[in-house]
């Protein structure tokens, strides 16, 4: 059965940045399309970034494009979330989920369709 189990969280300054890291396991990690989604207090799940099962396709939300970069190793079996230039509204739990895809063009931006979720790791910018 496949786990996902987020990393890399914690204090940052306004304008910093931090790397998170979602590693899959029980599964290869490269059936999988992965998925960075945040919550911030009292705000719904929103979505963040996607990346195809090879990494051949990605899609942003527009509250991040040019700032945040996913990527995934999957020799590694992990996927990293290259968060720069962090904004106090970025300040929320991050979450990553995983879906089983069968295609490299396949990415998803809606949290119903994702089956697998970590427990998340707390980003904070501090100002």
């Known amino acids: 059965q496949l786990q996902v189990?987020?990393?890399?969280g914690g204090l940052?300054?306004?304008?910093?940045?931090l790397r998170l890291s979602c590693v899959l396991s029980g599964r290869p990690s490269s059936l999988y399309t992965v998925g960075w989604f945040r919550q911030a207090p009292g705000k719904d799940r929103e979505f963040v970034?996607?990346?195809s099962r090879r990494g051949g396709t990605t899609l942003y939300s527009d509250?991040?494009?040019g700032r945040f970069t996913i990527s995934r190793d999957n020799a590694k079996n992990t996927v990293y979330l290259q968060m720069n230039s962090l904004k106090s509204d970025d300040t929320a739990v991050y979450?990553?989920?995983a879906v089983f895809s069968?295609?490299?063009v396949n990415?998803?931006?809606s949290a119903a369709d994702y089956g697998t979720w970590g427990q998340g790791t707390q980003?904070?910018?501090s100002s």
């Open 49 to 51: 970034t996607t990346i």
């Open 95 to 97: 979450y990553c989920a």
């Open 5 to 8: 189990v987020e990393s890399g």
């Open 12 to 17: 940052v300054q306004l304008g910093g940045s």
């Open 107 to 109: 990415v998803r931006s």
């Open 63 to 65: 509250s991040v494009k």
């Open 123 to 125: 980003v904070t910018v």
């Open 102 to 104: 069968i295609s490299d």
